[in-house]
């Protein structure tokens, strides 16, 4: 995948999956990546000329979440190494910015799993009243049968008596 510093992916290939150890940075020159939690939760999207997996080098932890094309995507590989001097260089306010973005994102992303998993829960929750709903319907209209059956046998009883 990589040439010269670049790679390419085509649509639905996985550049990274949550848990891989990160070993470069990539700046995209081309395309859409989109961006999955650990239980496969769309999180987001980077496009032409975003910079992602610079959070997991920049804090040497493995990635948080997994990373997929969306288009076919070209992008410059940017190793640990080279991405590790540039941080070096950078002013203190830009390395403040970078921890803060990284601890609001990754925040952001928690919740949105955890919004998911909300959803999917009350969802599943109505799906079940519905259903109990119309049991209970059926079982009334049951009912109301047995009733209206045994109004017409009461009226027959009394039709045969007179």
Not at 140 to 161: G, M, P, Y
Request: proline share 2%; with cysteine.
């Amino acid at each position: 995948m990589a040439k010269n510093n670049r790679g390419t992916w085509n649509p639905e290939e996985v550049i990274y999956n949550f848990g891989d150890s990160p070993d470069c940075a990539y700046l995209i020159v081309t395309g859409t990546v989109e961006f999955y939690s650990e239980k496969n939760i769309f999180l987001g999207t980077a496009g032409q000329t975003e910079v992602f997996g610079e959070i997991s080098c920049y804090l040497n932890r493995t990635h948080s979440v997994t990373a997929k094309a969306k288009t076919y995507v070209v992008a410059k590989i940017i190793p640990k190494y080279e991405f590790t001097k540039i941080l070096k260089n950078a002013h203190p306010v830009i390395m403040g910015m970078l921890r803060s973005t990284y601890h609001r994102l990754s925040d952001s992303n928690i919740k949105r799993e955890y919004s998911e998993e909300e959803i999917k829960k009350y969802s599943m929750m109505f799906e079940n009243n519905l259903k109990e709903s119309e049991n209970i319907k059926n079982k009334i209209d049951t009912i109301q049968q047995k009733l209206d059956k045994n109004e017409v046998d009461i009226a027959e009883i009394n039709d045969e008596k007179k």
